[in-house]
Every structure is written in structure tokens, then in C-alpha cells.
């Protein structure tokens, strides 16, 4: 029975009602791998676990319970099926979040320059000339859930990674939010890419160390003076970009952050994303 997880610790463990794993048996989206039929306890193995994980992003992003039971299918769960469809959810709550919080951005901004309308962007304390079209901004600590690009991977398959970070999360006990992005790296010559959301909450019990931020995990970002620079399209050149800021990167290890401005307004002029570097003095 060792392989064996009782109902109880698993919903402790998930934070998963026992009442609510019940039910998914009932309706066959989770069944126990183990059922004593003497004490009709239900047990679960580890194997499980993101199953578990997968069903409950999906129900947050509103496929109801009753629905569940569409997705089964010779007795199991069509894990592919159901995933895709929290896919197409997560991205009409992506819309939806965008356009909520674009119009309080263009709030914000408005109330920040009765004028043109637009904030004003803080001045740099760095002393540095940025290059054309790069301006100054000030920008709190952040914390960023990733997850890794290949190669191959383009902005057509950014949101089956984000629906992977949102499950990723649910796992390590935190909670995370847009703004997303693409994480750039630039480590000893080796360039690498990371889809991430930002981290708003960490569980006491969270699996995810702040005491160990460079991990394949999680990043923090310092809190400074970055420069910026609104783009059209996702970052398809890092080294052009790379030659853009010579003269602010002046530490061959570096990291640009390519995010989304959840700005309604750069959206409609054409420059959904920012680009983002720390300025070190």
C-alpha cells in the first residue's frame, strides 16, 4: 500500500475537498486507482496527482462540474480534450482580462495627463543616453513563474504554455497572473527563452524557494531603472535587439523581458509588448 495515497492526503495535499474527489469518482473524470472494498476507503497514486491538477485549472476557468463527464470516454478522461477546451477558456479570459484592465490603464493614464492623455514615464536616475525609440521607466520587484521555449516553439503556441504555467502553478502552491511574456536570457554565450506569468501570491507551503530565485522554476527581477521599448510583435531577433542596447548592457550576463503592456491603447496604436532591461549603473 505504500505506492497508495489515502482520499484524506490527497486532499490536504491538493487542497482538493474530500467531498469533491468523491464526486469526480462519481462521475468518472478521477477515478481511485485502489478502493478497499471492506472499508470502501478510496486511494490514489501519485501518478494521479496532475490529473488532479489539470481538472481543477480547468474547472477555475469555468467548465462546470456537470460538464465534466463529457470528456470521458471508455471509462477514462480524454485528458487531451479537456485540456485543449481549458485552453480556448483561458485565452477568452485572457481577452477579457486585457480589456478590463486596458481600460483602467487608459483611466490611469488620463488622470496622469489631462493634457495627452498618457502617464508620464519617470526619469532615469541611471544617467544613461538610451538608443532611439528606448525610454526610462521605474519598475517594482517581480516575481515570474517560468517555463521553457525549445527552438521551435513560436507566439503560435504561447497560450498551451500558458495553460501549462497555470497548471504549474496550481502544483507548487502559488498563484499566478498576467502580465505574461517571453523571458530572455543571456548566460556564459548560451541564449535561452522562458513563456512566463507573474507570480501575485506564495503558499506558506509553496514547493517554489524564494531563498533560490535561479532555478528552471521561477526568476526574481530586481526592482530599478529599466529601459523600454514598445514593439508591434513578439521578439523574433535577439541579436539585433542585443546590438540595439550595447550601451546599456553593460554586464555580458543579462536578461530581456518581452511583456505584454495589457494597454488597450497600445494596442489599438499597434505596440502590444514592451521590451524591458535593468540599467545597471
Do not use: W
Not at 169 to 180: I, L, M, N, R
Not at 214 to 224: E, F, V, Y
Not at 254 to 273: A, R
Amino acid at each position: 500500500m505504500s505506492q497508495y495515497m489515502s482520499i484524506g492526503k490527497i486532499s490536504k495535499l491538493k487542497n482538493v475537498s474530500i467531498k469533491s474527489l468523491r464526486y469526480y469518482d462519481q462521475i468518472g473524470i478521477l477515478k481511485p486507482a485502489f478502493v478497499n472494498t471492506e472499508t470502501n476507503y478510496r486511494y490514489y497514486t501519485k501518478d494521479q496527482l496532475y490529473l488532479l491538477d489539470a481538472i481543477t485549472v480547468c474547472i477555475k476557468l469555468g467548465i462546470p462540474l456537470k460538464d465534466l463527464n463529457n470528456y470521458v470516454e471508455n471509462g477514462s478522461i480524454n485528458l487531451q480534450k479537456l485540456l485543449y477546451d481549458g485552453k480556448i477558456l483561458a485565452e477568452q479570459k485572457i481577452m477579457e482580462i486585457h480589456n478590463c484592465l486596458g481600460t483602467l490603464q487608459e483611466t490611469l493614464q488620463n488622470m496622469g495627463s489631462s493634457v495627452t492623455g498618457m502617464a508620464k514615464i519617470p526619469e532615469s536616475k541611471s544617467g544613461i543616453l538610451l538608443p532611439d525609440g528606448f525610454y526610462h521607466n521605474a519598475i517594482d520587484e517581480r516575481r515570474l513563474l517560468l517555463v521553457p521555449l525549445e527552438a521551435e516553439d513560436t507566439p503560435k503556441y504561447y497560450g498551451q504554455h500558458i495553460l501549462k504555467l497555470f497548471v504549474t502553478a496550481q502544483q507548487h502552491g502559488v498563484t499566478a497572473s498576467y502580465p505574461s511574456g517571453v523571458l530572455h536570457e543571456y548566460k556564459n554565450g548560451v541564449y535561452s527563452r522562458h513563456m512566463f506569468l507573474t507570480i501575485t501570491e506564495m503558499s506558506a507551503d509553496s514547493s517554489i524557494s524564494a531563498s533560490n530565485p535561479d532555478s528552471d522554476t521561477m526568476r526574481i527581477l530586481p526592482q530599478g531603472d529599466y529601459a523600454c521599448r514598445r514593439i508591434s510583435t513578439h521578439m523574433s531577433d535577439f541579436s539585433t535587439v542585443k546590438e540595439e542596447m550595447k550601451e546599456v548592457l553593460k554586464d555580458e550576463n543579462f536578461c530581456i523581458i518581452e511583456t505584454d503592456t495589457l494597454s488597450e491603447q497600445n494596442k489599438k496604436d499597434g505596440y502590444p509588448f514592451e521590451l524591458e532591461c535593468r540599467i545597471l549603473r
